[in-house]
C-alpha cells in the first residue's frame, strides 16, 4: 500500500500536467480561429474598417445553429440579433468556421459598439400621413339640422300641394261660377305655363352647351343679350295697354337698363373670364356622364312644376289665394335652388378629385353622395347664398354713392362691415370642399376664403364675373319665355298677361339655372383647387398672369367693397 500510494499520486499529476496542456493548446487554437473573421458572428473588416463582433445571446449553442438551414425561422431570428456585414466586392469572404465558444471566455467583457451599416438599415415604421385621404371619404352627414328642416318642408309641401290639387279637383266637379272659372283656367292658362317649362328646358341645355362649345363669345352674347331680351320684353308688355303689363314692362325696362350699365362696367374682366371658362371646362370631356346629374334634376323640375302649377289652380278655391300662391312660390324658389346645387356639388366632386389626385370618379356616386350626405349643406347654401349675392349687389351700389352723402356715407360701411362677416362665413365657393371633403357649409365657406386670403387670390376672385354670366343666362331664358308666353296669351286671353309673363319669367329662370350649375361648378373648381395646390400640372398661368396685372397696375380689378381699415376695431 506505502508503494503504491506514491505511484498513484505521481499518475495523478501526470494527468493534471496533460490537462493543462491540452487547456493551453486548446486557448491557443481558439485565439488563432478567433483571429479569423466569422461571417455567422457578424465579423468582416468592410474597407478596412475594424471587425464588428456582436456575441449571439447568452445560452445558445452557435455549432448547433451553424446545422440550421439559412431560411429556417430560428436562423433568421439568430441572424436579426447578429449584425451581419455584407461581403466586401473587393475582397472574398473566408468559409465560414464551425467554433464553439470556449468555456474559459471571460462573460464580463463586452464588444465595441457595432458599426451602422446602410446597406442594413431597417426601414422606418411610421405611416405616412393619409389625412386627405381619408377627408375625401368622409361618410358623416353635413348640416344635419339644415337637412331635417329641408325634409320636413318637403313632407309638408307634399302634402299641401297634393291638398290643393285636391281642392282644384274639387272646385272642377262642383257646379257653380268656381268650376267655370277652374275650366278656362286650365284652357287659358296651364298650357301656356307647360309650354314655358318645355322651353325653358331647351334654352337650358342649349346655353349650357354654347357656352361648353364657344365660351369667349358667349360671355358676350349673354350679357348684352339679358340687356337686349329683357328690353324688348318689358316694350312688348308695354305695348299691351294694360296696367298690369304696364307695371310689369317698367319693371323689365328699368333691369334691362342698369343691366346695360353692368355690361359696359364689367367689359374688360370678360377676357379673363373666358380664358377660365376654356381653361376650366377642359376636364369635362373626360367625363361623358358629368350631365346625367343635371337632367335628372331637370327631370324632377319639371315633374314638380307640373304639380305646383295644379296646385296654385287649387289655391284659387282656398283661402287667402295671395298668400297661399307666395308660399308656393317661396317653396318651389327653394326646392329649385337645392336642385341646382346638387347638380353643382356633383360636379364638384368630380372635378376636384381629378383636380386634387388625379382621379376619374363614378358621376353616378358623387350624384348619390350629393343626394346623401351633402344634402343638408346643399339646403343651407340655397337659403343663404342668393341672399349673399343680393347684398353683394347693394354693396357694391352703395360704394359708389357713399360720397355723396353723409348718411349714406355711415350706411354704406355699415354694409360693407356686415358682408365682410358674411363672405367668410358663407360663400358659393363652398361647395369645392363641401363636395371633395364633407365639411359643413360654414366651414368650408371660412376654409375656402382663408385659402383664397393666403394665396393672395382675393382680388382676382372678387372680380370673378362667373356667377354673373349664370345668373345673367337665366334672365335671358326667363325673357324669352316671357315675350312667348305674353305673345301666345294676347291671342287667347288678354286678362292672364300678366300673371302668366312674371310665371313665365320665374320658370325660365329657375330652369336654366339648374343647367348651368355644370359650368359653374368647373369654374369653382379651377379656383378652389388651385388654390389649394398652385404647383399642379394641370393649371397653367393664367391665374398667376391675372395677379400680375393687378398687382403692377396694368389691369383693373373691381373687387367687393371691403371696410377701410380706418373703420375695422
Known amino acids: 500500500m506505502g508503494a503504491a500510494e506514491p505511484e498513484a499520486l505521481h499518475r495523478e499529476n501526470e494527468e493534471e500536467e496533460d490537462k493543462q496542456e491540452e487547456r493551453e493548446n486548446g486557448r491557443k487554437k481558439e485565439e488563432k480561429e478567433e483571429e479569423l473573421p466569422d461571417l455567422e458572428r457578424g465579423e468582416r473588416n468592410i474597407n478596412g474598417k475594424e471587425?464588428?463582433?456582436?456575441?449571439?445571446?447568452t445560452g445558445f449553442h452557435m455549432s448547433r445553429m451553424q446545422r440550421l438551414s439559412n431560411t429556417n425561422p430560428l436562423r433568421l431570428v439568430m441572424n436579426n440579433a447578429t449584425r451581419v456585414a455584407s461581403p466586401s466586392p473587393a475582397h472574398h469572404p473566408p468559409p465560414p468556421r464551425r467554433s464553439t465558444p470556449s468555456p474559459l471566455q471571460q462573460p464580463h467583457q463586452q464588444?465595441?459598439?457595432?458599426?451602422?451599416?446602410?446597406?442594413?438599415?431597417?426601414?422606418?415604421?411610421t405611416p405616412t400621413p393619409q389625412i386627405s385621404i381619408v377627408t375625401l371619404n368622409s361618410r358623416s352627414y353635413t348640416n344635419k339640422i339644415s337637412l331635417f328642416v329641408f325634409i320636413l318642408h318637403m313632407v309638408g309641401a307634399v302634402g299641401?300641394?297634393?291638398?290643393?290639387?285636391?281642392?282644384?279637383?274639387?272646385?272642377?266637379?262642383?257646379?257653380?261660377?268656381s268650376q267655370r272659372r277652374e275650366k278656362r283656367i286650365l284652357k287659358y292658362f296651364l298650357p301656356q305655363v307647360e309650354a314655358a317649362s318645355f322651353l325653358s328646358i331647351t334654352l337650358a341645355f342649349m346655353w349650357q352647351k354654347a357656352v361648353r362649345v364657344w365660351p369667349k363669345f358667349m360671355?358676350?352674347?349673354?350679357?348684352?343679350?339679358?340687356?337686349?331680351?329683357?328690353?324688348?320684353?318689358g316694350i312688348l308688355l308695354i305695348c299691351f295697354q294694360i296696367p298690369a303689363t304696364d307695371g310689369i314692362g317698367v319693371v323689365f325696362i328699368a333691369f334691362s337698363v342698369g343691366n346695360g350699365l353692368y355690361a359696359c362696367w364689367v367689359t374688360q374682366r370678360t377676357s379673363f373670364c373666358s380664358k377660365i371658362f376654356i381653361k376650366s371646362l377642359e376636364p369635362v370631356s373626360k367625363f361623358p356622364d358629368i350631365n346625367q346629374p343635371t337632367y335628372w334634376m331637370l327631370g324632377a323640375g319639371f315633374l314638380w312644376m307640373s304639380f305646383w302649377i295644379i296646385a296654385v289652380i287649387g289655391a284659387l278655391n282656398f283661402y287667402v289665394p295671395p298668400l297661399v300662391i307666395m308660399a308656393l312660390v317661396l317653396s318651389l324658389a327653394w326646392i329649385t335652388e337645392v336642385m341646382r346645387n346638387v347638380a353643382n356639388l356633383t360636379v364638384s366632386r368630380v372635378i376636384a378629385l381629378y383636380y386634387l389626385r388625379g382621379m376619374q370618379s363614378s358621376t353616378q356616386f358623387c350624384f348619390q353622395r350629393a343626394l346623401s350626405n351633402n344634402l343638408g349643406s346643399a339646403c343651407l347654401g340655397s337659403l343663404f347664398v342668393p341672399a349673399i349675392e343680393a347684398l353683394r349687389?347693394?354693396?357694391r351700389g352703395l360704394n359708389l354713392i357713399e360720397g355723396e352723402d353723409e348718411f349714406m356715407f355711415s350706411c354704406a360701411h355699415c354694409c360693407l362691415k356686415v358682408m365682410d362677416s358674411i363672405f367668410t362665413?358663407?360663400?358659393?365657393?363652398?361647395y369645392v370642399q363641401i363636395a371633395a371633403y364633407g365639411k359643413g357649409f360654414v366651414k368650408a365657406s371660412q376654409d375656402t376664403w382663408e385659402l383664397f386670403s393666403k394665396r393672395e387670390m382675393v382680388e382676382v376672385v372678387d372680380s370673378d364675373i362667373t356667377s354673373a354670366i349664370c345668373f345673367l343666362t337665366g334672365i335671358c331664358s326667363g325673357s324669352i319665355c316671357t315675350i312667348v308666353v305674353a305673345a301666345w296669351t294676347a291671342t287667347v286671353h288678354r286678362g292672364y298677361i300678366a300673371t302668366l309673363s312674371v310665371l313665365a319669367a320665374f320658370i325660365g329662370y329657375l330652369m336654366t339655372r339648374i343647367a348651368m350649375a355644370l359650368p359653374h361648378a368647373c369654374v369653382s373648381c379651377y379656383y378652389v383647387c388651385y388654390a389649394e395646390n398652385p404647383e399642379n400640372r394641370l393649371f397653367d398661368r393664367t391665374i398667376p398672369d391675372r395677379l400680375d396685372l393687378i398687382r403692377s397696375g396694368r389691369d383693373v380689378a373691381v373687387p367687393t367693397p371691403r371696410v377701410p381699415r380706418r373703420f375695422q376695431r
Do not use: C, D, M, Y
Open 51 to 57: 471587425s464588428v463582433q456582436t456575441h449571439p445571446p
Open 111 to 125: 464588444p465595441p459598439p457595432p458599426q451602422p451599416q446602410p446597406q442594413q438599415q431597417p426601414r422606418s415604421t
Open 160 to 177: 299641401f300641394v297634393g291638398f290643393l290639387i285636391f281642392k282644384g279637383v274639387q272646385g272642377l266637379l262642383q257646379e257653380g261660377s
Open 219 to 233: 360671355v358676350h352674347v349673354i350679357i348684352w343679350g339679358s340687356f337686349t331680351f329683357t328690353l324688348a320684353a
Open 393 to 395: 349687389i347693394v354693396a
Open 425 to 430: 362665413r358663407g360663400n358659393g365657393w363652398a
